[in-house]
C-alpha cells in the first residue's frame, strides 16, 4: 500500500464519525433520487407494457343511444384507424350481508366479435362463456375489476346482486379481470376501491336488460399514424351529435390514464426536489471538512512536497479520501433506493392495476445517480482541494498568520452590556459569517423537509374537509340516468329518516369562445344551499343566487375568459343547442375546470322545465341505511353513495400512504440535521480546542466551556428553525404549483402541529449532536491541547 493512501486511512479511521455523518446525508440524497425516479420508471414501464398489450384506445365517445350502423360512419372519419363498440351502464351493486352502497360500471364484451381495443386480461378464473343464458331471470356471468376484488375479498364464484335498469339480478363473479382504461377504478376519480367496482358482462345480455340490442353507447376510437387528434375529435363530435353525443375524450382527458399521469408528475418533482437539497447539503459538509483537514495538515503538506510528492498526488490524495465517503453513501443510497422504491411500488399497486408490475431499479438510474453525486462533492471539494496544491513548501512549514482582529458589527452595537460568554458566542459567529450561515442553511433544510413530508397529510385533510364537510353537507348523494321532474325531490323527502333533499341538474356542455372551448359539466346547484355548497381554496363559501355563470379560476384563464365576457355554451345532450351566456364570476377551487350556476337559472336556460338530475339528502343519525336500502324501490334513482362510507374507504388508504411517507421524509431531515450539527460541532472544537484548553486552565468548568461551544450550535438551531419553517413553506407553494393540473389544486396549508413537529425532530437531533460532542469536549486532553503550535 502507498504511503499516501495509509496516510488516507488514518485520517479517515480519525474522522470516522464525521466521514459516517455525511456518508448518510449522501444516502439521503441518493436514496430519495433513486426511490421516487425507480418507482417511477416501474410505472411507465408497465403502464406502457399494459397500453400496448392491451391496445388502449387513444380517443373514448360517449353517447346515449346510438345503431350500431353509425360504426361504419364513425370508421370514415379523418385520421381514425379503428372503432370499436360497447355498451356501458352503472347500477348499483350489493354484497350479501354488508350494506355499504356500491356503485357498478357494466361494460359489454361482444363474444361473436373479440374486443380490438381496451382488451380485457385474466388474472384469475375464467372467461364469460359464449353460451351465457339471456334469460331475464338467469344469473349473469361477470369478470370483476381486480382493485374491487381485491378490496372486498371476492374471487370466482362469488355471488352479488345489482338494480339492472331497475330490476334485482343476480351476478356470479367468474373471474378477475384487468383492463388499460381502468388501471386506476374509482368513482370520480376518488380512491375508493371498496365502493366502485367495473364489471364486464356479455353485451347481449346487457343490451337485453336495457333495451339496446344493435346500439351502443361507448366506442373506442384508434387514431391512424400521424392523424391530429383535435381534428379527429371535432369531426366525430359532429357524427355523434344528433344520437345524444355526450363527449368524445382524448387519452389526457380519461380519468385513469389522467391520474396515472398526475402521480408520475408529482414522483418526479419529489424525486429532483429532495434530492437537489441534500446533496447541496453534502457538497457544503465535504467543502466544510475537506477545508478543516487542509487546514489541519499544513506541516504534512509541507514535508510531502520537501520529500518529492508532486501536486497532482497531493490532489489525488484529497479526491481519495472525498471519493470513499461519497462511495460509501452512494452505495448504501443505492440499498436504501432499492428498499424505499420496491416499497412504493407496493404502495402503488394497491392504487394502480397491471398484469406485471415489479420494481426495477436500472443501471442507467444508478449511473446517473452517482455521476449527479460525483459532480456535487467535487464541486463541494475542489475549492479546498485545489488549496492544498496551491501551497509552497516553504509556507507551511510556518505557523498560520494571527487572525486579523477588529470590533464586530455586534460590538459597535452595544454587545459589551451582554455576558462574557455570550459576546465570545457571538464573536465566533459572525467572523465565520459563511460558515455560520451555510450551518444554518443546512438546519433549515431539514426543517423544510419535515414541513414537506408532512405537507400532503395537512393538504388532504384540507381537501376532505373543504369537501366533504364545507362543501358536501348532506349525508346521502343520489342521481338519475336522465333529467327528471323535480317533483321526484317530494318522494325522496318521504323516505323514512330524510330531513332534507336539495336538488342538483348537471349537464354536459362546452364552453369557451367559437374556436376555442373546453368539455365540462355545468353544475346546477341551489342559489342559497344548505347541502351542497361551492368552497373555494380559502374555504369560503360562493353563493350562486343571481350570479349567472360561473367558471373555476383554471377554466377561465384557459379560455381566456373575463368576468363580463359572453360565453359561448354547446349543450351536448338532450335538445343540442348553442347558447351565449355572460361570464357572472370565477371562483379558485381545489377540483377540476367546472362550471356552476344556479339550478333554477340553468333549467330557465335550457328551457326545459324543472329538471333534476341528482339529488342530496340529509338524514336523521343512524338513519342512512334504512335510506339507501328504501331508495332501491325508486326506478329513476340509478345510484347512490353515503358521504361516511366513501370517507371511511378513503381514509383508509390515505393515512396509512402519508404516514410512510411522513416518516420516510422525517427520517431523511433528521439525517441532515444530525450531519450539519455534528460536523460543525467538531470542526468548531478541532479550531478552538486550545481556546478551551486555556479557559479550563483558568478555572471554568466543564460546563462552563462547553456552553462556549454548543451556546453556538443552540443559536444556530434556534434562528435556523424558523428560517426552516419559511423555506418549507417557500417549497411547499412551490411544489403545490408545480403539481397544479386541470383536475386539482392543492391547497397550500400547513398546520401549527406540522410547524410543532418539524421544530421538535431538528431540536432533538441537534441536541443530540450536541451531547455527543459533549463527551468530547470532557475528554479534552489538556497537554495536547496547550501544546506550543509554533
Do not use: C
Request: charged share 20%; net charge positive.
Amino acid at each position: 500500500m502507498k504511503t499516501l493512501d495509509r496516510k488516507m486511512l488514518r485520517d479517515l479511521r480519525r474522522m470516522w464519525s464525521q466521514a459516517l455523518s455525511i456518508a448518510l446525508v449522501v444516502a439521503s440524497g441518493v436514496g430519495g433520487f433513486l426511490t421516487s425516479l425507480s418507482a417511477v420508471d416501474s410505472l411507465e414501464r408497465a403502464r406502457d407494457q399494459f397500453y400496448a398489450s392491451g391496445r388502449f384506445a387513444d380517443l373514448f365517445v360517449a353517447v346515449k343511444n346510438a345503431p350500431q350502423a353509425l360504426a361504419a360512419r364513425l370508421r370514415e372519419a379523418p385520421g381514425v384507424a379503428d372503432v370499436q363498440t360497447t355498451l356501458e351502464q352503472v347500477a348499483r351493486v350489493e354484497l350479501a350481508g354488508l350494506p355499504d352502497p356500491i356503485i357498478g360500471q357494466l361494460i359489454g364484451i361482444d363474444r361473436r366479435a373479440p374486443h380490438r381495443m381496451n382488451l380485457v386480461a385474466l388474472s384469475a378464473g375464467r372467461p364469460l362463456r359464449t353460451d351465457a343464458a339471456t334469460s331475464a331471470d338467469a344469473d349473469i356471468e361477470v369478470l370483476v375489476s381486480e382493485a374491487f376484488a381485491q378490496a372486498r375479498a371476492l374471487a370466482p364464484g362469488a355471488r352479488m346482486f345489482a338494480q339492472v335498469n331497475g330490476k334485482r339480478r343476480t351476478l356470479r363473479v367468474v373471474g378477475i379481470a384487468l383492463s388499460p382504461e381502468f388501471i386506476f377504478a374509482g368513482l370520480w376519480g376518488m380512491p375508493d376501491a371498496r365502493g366502485f367496482g367495473v364489471l364486464w358482462v356479455d353485451r347481449d345480455v346487457l343490451a337485453a336488460a336495457y333495451d339496446m340490442v344493435g346500439a351502443f353507447n361507448q366506442a373506442a376510437v384508434k387514431l391512424a399514424p400521424g392523424a391530429r387528434a383535435e381534428a379527429t375529435v371535432a369531426a366525430l363530435t359532429t357524427l355523434v351529435a344528433p344520437y345524444g353525443g355526450r363527449s368524445v375524450a382524448t387519452r389526457a382527458e380519461q380519468v385513469s390514464h389522467a391520474m396515472l399521469e398526475n402521480e408520475l408528475k408529482q414522483q418526479r418533482l419529489m424525486g429532483t426536489l429532495l434530492p437537489t437539497i441534500f446533496l447541496a447539503v453534502a457538497a457544503f459538509l465535504l467543502n466544510v471538512v475537506v477545508a478543516r483537514l487542509v487546514a489541519t495538515q499544513r506541516e504534512q503538506i509541507a514535508t510531502l512536497k520537501a520529500v518529492g510528492y508532486a501536486n497532482a498526488a497531493i490532489t489525488v490524495h484529497y479526491l481519495k479520501l472525498v471519493a470513499l465517503i461519497v462511495l460509501a453513501g452512494l452505495v448504501l443510497g443505492i440499498g436504501i433506493g432499492k428498499e424505499l422504491g420496491y416499497l412504493l411500488t407496493r404502495l402503488y399497486a394497491e392504487s394502480f392495476h397491471f398484469p406485471n408490475f415489479n420494481h426495477q431499479l436500472t443501471p442507467g438510474r444508478i449511473a446517473l445517480g452517482a455521476g449527479i453525486t460525483a459532480f456535487t462533492a467535487l464541486l463541494g471539494t475542489a475549492h479546498a482541494i485545489a488549496a492544498s496544491a496551491r501551497l509552497l513548501p516553504a509556507e507551511p512549514m510556518r505557523p498560520p498568520a494571527p487572525a486579523h482582529y477588529r470590533r464586530t458589527m455586534l460590538e459597535r452595537l452595544g454587545i459589551e452590556r451582554l455576558g462574557t460568554a455570550l459576546r465570545m458566542i457571538l464573536r465566533n459567529m459572525e467572523r465565520r459569517r459563511a460558515r455560520t450561515v451555510l450551518a444554518g442553511a443546512g438546519v433549515a433544510a431539514a426543517v423544510a423537509i419535515v414541513i414537506m413530508g408532512n405537507f400532503f397529510r395537512d393538504a388532504i385533510g384540507v381537501i376532505i374537509d373543504t369537501q366533504f364537510n364545507l362543501g358536501l353537507r348532506g349525508d346521502i348523494s343520489m342521481w338519475t340516468v336522465d333529467p327528471v321532474d323535480d317533483q321526484a325531490r317530494l318522494l325522496l323527502a318521504r323516505l323514512p329518516g330524510v330531513r332534507h333533499v336539495e336538488s342538483m341538474r348537471f349537464v354536459n356542455v362546452n364552453v369557451g369562445k367559437l374556436h376555442q372551448r373546453e368539455r365540462t359539466l355545468l353544475r346546477g346547484y341551489a342559489g342559497r344551499p344548505e347541502l351542497y355548497r361551492v368552497i373555494d381554496l380559502a374555504q369560503h363559501e360562493l353563493l350562486l343566487e343571481g350570479r349567472g355563470l360561473v367558471l373555476t379560476d383554471r377554466l377561465a384563464d384557459k379560455l381566456g375568459l373575463q368576468v363580463g365576457d359572453p360565453v359561448r355554451v354547446e349543450v351536448l345532450e338532450g335538445r343540442r343547442r348553442i347558447l351565449s351566456v355572460p361570464l357572472g364570476g370565477t371562483v379558485d377551487e381545489m377540483f377540476g375546470m367546472n362550471a356552476y350556476m344556479e339550478r333554477g337559472a340553468l333549467n330557465r336556460l335550457l328551457g326545459d322545465g324543472d329538471l333534476s338530475t341528482g339529488f342530496v339528502l340529509s338524514v336523521a343519525p343512524g338513519m342512512a341505511e334504512r335510506v339507501l336500502v328504501a331508495s332501491k324501490a325508486l326506478p329513476r334513482i340509478a345510484g347512490a353513495w353515503s358521504k361516511a362510507t366513501m370517507l371511511n374507504n378513503m381514509e383508509a388508504i390515505t393515512a396509512r400512504n402519508v404516514r410512510i411517507m411522513s416518516t420516510i421524509l422525517t427520517t431523511f431531515a433528521v439525517v441532515i440535521a444530525v450531519g450539519v450539527v455534528y460536523n460543525n460541532a467538531r470542526i468548531a472544537l478541532s479550531e478552538r480546542a486550545w481556546e478551551l484548553a486555556s479557559l479550563r486552565v483558568l478555572g471554568f468548568t466543564r460546563a462552563e466551556v462547553a456552553t462556549m461551544l454548543l451556546g453556538e450550535i443552540g443559536l444556530v438551531i434556534a434562528a435556523a428553525v424558523p428560517a426552516g419553517m419559511l423555506m418549507g413553506r417557500a417549497l411547499v407553494g412551490l411544489l403545490a404549483h408545480w403539481m397544479k393540473s386541470d383536475q386539482l389544486h392543492f391547497p397550500v396549508v400547513i398546520a401549527p402541529a406540522t410547524y410543532a413537529w418539524a421544530a421538535l425532530a431538528v431540536v432533538a437531533a441537534g441536541a443530540a449532536s450536541a451531547l455527543v460532542v459533549r463527551r468530547h469536549i470532557n475528554s479534552l486532553n489538556l497537554v495536547e491541547a496547550l501544546k506550543a503550535r509554533d
